[in-house]
């Protein structure tokens, strides 16, 4: 089945900076990847996805980015802000019956004031 | 328009018991997805429905089932919880059962077995 592996498990950076977070997946089918973010006692809260004939897209100060010759995928949160703090998770899925997504194991960003 | 709606928000049960989680998916959505979610770790798949229908299962035991009414809420069933059990049980609607819509999550149940 689908693997996904995300790095960094941790992300500390000062506000304003950039952040950056990074996903490979395992299986070539793969055509959709969306990313969520997590804040402490809620649910995931999808916040920008792309789909494999899209190489970039960009929503704001959020923007992905997808390799598919790599099969990598990454998340881009510029001019960072105290409330970006939170667990963000990349997922991976194939077309079939079921979309089943298959999550990464979560970055835990920290924006410092 | 209301989001994913979970009930109840927390549940506490022992080894043995049976529990069953309720799910309203958003307005207009037809699928509805189940996932466990323990503590540090991304959310598991368990159970896809769409128009009543179980559409996938992921690699958990028979003691858990699920059913999708026709107004598209949906139940997931536990029996003979175990402590392992214990976790956020997350469920996420989107328009369609296939294709690359966005599935939207709601805030899930928290269980805990003691």
């Known amino acids: 089945g689908e693997n996904v592996e995300q790095h960094p498990s941790t992300l500390s950076v000062q506000e304003g900076d950039s952040a950056v977070i990074k996903c490979t997946y395992s299986d070539s089918a793969s055509n959709y990847f969306p990313w969520y973010k997590q804040e402490l006692g809620k649910g995931p809260q999808l916040i920008i996805d792309i789909r494999s004939n899209v190489g970039e897209k960009k929503d704001q100060r959020i923007a992905v980015t997808l390799n598919k010759t790599a099969k990598h995928f990454s998340l881009h949160i510029t001019e960072t802000q105290p409330e970006d703090s939170a667990v963000y998770f990349c997922a991976a899925s194939k077309p079939g019956s079921a979309r089943q997504l298959t999550f990464g194991s979560g970055t835990q960003l920290t924006v410092l004031p | 328009d209301a989001g994913v709606t979970q009930s109840p928000t927390h549940l506490i049960k022992t080894r043995g018991q049976q529990v069953t989680l309720r799910c309203s998916p958003i307005?207009?959505?037809?699928?509805v997805s189940w996932y466990q979610q323990v503590l540090g770790q991304g959310p598991q798949f368990i159970f896809q429905y769409y128009e009543k229908e179980e559409r996938g299962r992921g690699n958990f035991p028979d003691r858990f089932s699920a059913r999708q009414f026709p107004n598209y809420s949906s139940e997931l069933n536990v029996n003979a919880l175990l402590l392992g059990d214990s976790a956020l049980y997350l469920c996420?609607?989107?328009?369609?059962?296939?294709?690359?819509?966005?599935?939207?999550f709601g805030d899930g149940t928290r269980l805990s077995i003691l």
């Open positions: 996420a609607s989107s328009s369609q059962g296939g294709g690359n819509q966005p599935q939207h």
């Open positions: 307005s207009g959505h037809k699928s």
